[in-house]
């Protein structure tokens, strides 16, 4: 999964993205730092544009079926606001829904 982020403001500490796809009774997580930790969110710039890549695995046992793809950042127990607010649900933005099934 390849995200992109558009800096709008100075973020005061290092933030790791909480990222999960959900269905019914089943989540994969996908928690990372951005860029694999090379560049850390506390060094981000105001107009920066940040491309960030991360393989989550789904594996042969996981659930058949629509899944909603949200991510947001974090450090600790503290979320970071979402934005913009038309695109968030609460503290994360929806990324888009995936079909898993098995081949």
């Not at 709008?8 to 269905?23: A, W």
């Not at 560049?39 to 544009?49: A, M």
Request: glycine share 12%; charged share 20%.
């Amino acid at each position: 999964l390849t995200t992109y982020f558009r800096v709008l403001g100075r973020v005061p500490s290092n933030q790791k993205i909480f990222l999960h796809i959900d269905t019914r009774g089943n989540r994969l997580h996908g928690d990372h730092y951005p860029i694999g930790g090379d560049f850390q969110t506390n060094y981000w710039l105001p107009g920066d544009i940040i491309k960030d890549t991360h393989s989550i695995p789904v594996e042969n046992y996981t659930r058949q079926g629509q899944y909603m793809m949200g991510m947001g950042f974090y450090k600790g127990n503290d979320r970071m606001k979402a934005a913009p607010d038309a695109a968030h649900q609460g503290n994360r933005v929806k990324l888009g829904e995936l079909m898993v099934r098995s081949l």
